[in-house]
């Protein structure tokens, strides 16, 4: 199974970017996915979460209202639509698979991550 995730880059406060996470080598569809993120000197946390059909997701309380976290079965993509960007958004993002059947917002539920992909919030 191998994620990668990209779209990340340089953007200006209140600005928007569009990260996406391409899959291969497993069933996608069978999965959820989750975004997590990790700034310098940080611990990595969850962003936002999408079930393995789409009908159900989750999102960290500081990205509520503002990041849109989607999927493409057919693509084997997932993608989470970035608004409205803060300073404290900067950070790495991952995007990963999770297999385990407690809450998605643990680490520890997900076994494949990608490499990350770096966003700057700054003006």
């Known amino acids: 199974v191998q994620l990668q995730a990209y779209g990340g880059g340089l953007v200006q406060p209140g600005g928007s970017l569009r990260l996406s996470c391409a899959a291969s080598?497993?069933?996608?569809?069978?999965?959820?996915m989750g975004w997590f993120r990790q700034a310098p000197g940080q611990e990595r946390e969850f962003v936002a979460y999408?079930?393995?059909?789409?009908?159900?997701?989750l999102y960290a309380d500081s990205v509520k209202g503002r990041f849109i976290i989607s999927r493409d079965n057919y693509n084997n993509a997932v993608y989470l639509q970035m608004n409205s960007l803060r300073p404290e958004d900067t950070s790495i993002y991952y995007c990963?698979?999770?297999?385990?059947?407690?809450?998605?917002?643990?680490?520890?539920?997900?076994?494949?991550w990608g490499q990350g992909t770096q966003v700057t919030v700054s003006s």
């Open positions: 080598g497993s069933p996608f569809s069978n999965y959820g």
């Open positions: 990963a698979r999770k297999i385990g059947t407690r809450a998605p917002i643990y680490e520890e539920e997900y076994d494949y």
């Open positions: 999408i079930s393995w059909g789409g009908g159900s997701t």
